[in-house]
Nanobody, 124 residues
Framework: QVQLVESGGRLVQAGGSLRLSCAAS????????MGWFRQAPGKEREFVAA????????VYADSVKGRFTISRDKAKSTVSLQMNSLQWSDTATYYC?????????????????WGQGTQVTVSS
């Protein structure tokens, strides 16, 4: 089992930057991939970024490519999402998620473990 706790969400002006963090705690030593998803009011949850156990070859949604960067610190069991050039359309609740496995996926239904979410609001 993987427990996830997000932090870092807040109100930020358009064009600004924000860094989200997700702390993971596990009960077994197995490789797990991690990702970020977001859900805006009235919209379905969507994929943002994901990173595998090794921390290499991250993948991003087209809407955030070039602006967001996902990184992983295995020693600290954390994954971060650096968000730059924020836009009003980035306003959403951001969720950290994880699943045991080596292959990377953007499919939210493959992610078994989820955090409670952290709110990011971008003012225009």
């Amino acid at each position: 089992q993987v427990q996830l706790v997000e932090s870092g969400g807040r109100l930020v002006q358009a064009g600004g930057s924000l860094r989200l963090s997700c702390a993971a705690s596990t009960t077994t030593f197995r490789p797990y991939a991690m990702g970020w998803f977001r859900q805006a009011p009235g919209k379905e949850r969507e994929f943002v970024a994901a990173i595998d156990w090794s921390g290499g070859s991250p993948v991003y949604a087209d809407s955030v490519k070039g602006r967001f960067t996902i990184s992983r610190d295995k020693a600290k069991s954390t994954v971060s999402l650096q968000m730059n050039s924020l836009q009003w359309s980035d306003t959403a609740t951001y969720y950290c998620a994880a699943y045991y496995g080596l292959e990377l996926t953007t499919n939210q239904y493959q992610y078994r473990y989820w955090g409670q979410g952290t709110q990011v609001t971008v003012s225009s």
